[in-house]
């Protein structure tokens, strides 16, 4: 493991290097942020937001929780949403999963975990919703469909919030996608219900 004193190592290279490439990066960071999309993530180390789609810090707002569950009562993520969507007025919300979430896979599960059980009820909610169809799937396809499932629960989510209720009411334009990403070869999969057609990459 890296000691601390290493990232900040790293953190000085990065910035010194940054500022090489292009002398009014930092200027240009420091003014304002308008980003155009809010991610909605895991908090999995292994998804980076920036880094998926190609982005510079300042080009995405960022919302990360375990699982990349929208609750509607999560005030955390909740005053993410509105801030982005009343005051950055991004066009996109994103909701992106991955494939293998150790949130999903526990709440598959008979194992308790403690506090995060709690978190974890809302998946269970959702596979309980769609027993009928994971009864029969093996086990590698019962968790890679449930991470499909519960990202387009969490997108749908996002829709029926009165933040992207009453933005849209208003005339506002806002795409709420649902994402899911393979850890096995970096690509997105768009998602059934998402605002745009139904991809596979």
């Known amino acids: ?24 990066f930092f200027n240009r960071l420091s003014e304002r942020q ?4 809010l991610w909605i993530g895991c908090s999995d180390s292994r998804v980076p937001a920036n880094q998926i789609v190609g982005l510079i810090p300042g080009d995405i ?12 009562t999560d ?12 005051v950055l007025k991004v066009k996109h919300v994103i909701v992106c999963g991955h494939y293998g979430c ?3 896979d526990a709440a598959l599960g008979d194992q308790q975990f403690g506090l995060i059980d709690n978190w974890l009820g809302h998946i269970k909610d959702i596979a309980y919703k769609h027993r009928e169809e994971l009864s029969v799937l093996n086990a590698d396809e019962k968790s890679a469909r449930m991470c499909e499932l519960n990202v387009m629960e969490q997108a749908d989510n996002v829709r029926r919030s009165n933040i992207v ?3 849209i009411a208003r005339g506002q334009s806002v795409n709420v996608h649902s994402w899911i990403y ?9 998602l059934a219900n998402s605002d745009e057609p139904e991809i596979t990459q």
């Open 34 to 37: 308008k980003p155009e999309y």
């Open 102 to 104: 150790g949130g999903v």
């Open 1 to 24: 493991m890296k000691k601390i004193s290493q990232l900040l190592e790293n953190n000085k290279n990065w910035s010194e290097s940054t500022k090489e490439a292009d002398p009014e």
């Open 165 to 167: 209720k009453d933005a």
């Open 75 to 86: 005030f955390n993520c909740l005053s993410v949403l509105q801030y982005a969507v009343d």
């Open 182 to 190: 393979s850890l096995r070869n970096g690509r997105v999969k768009v």
């Open 61 to 72: 707002f960022v919302h990360r929780n375990v699982a990349n569950l929208v609750v509607h």
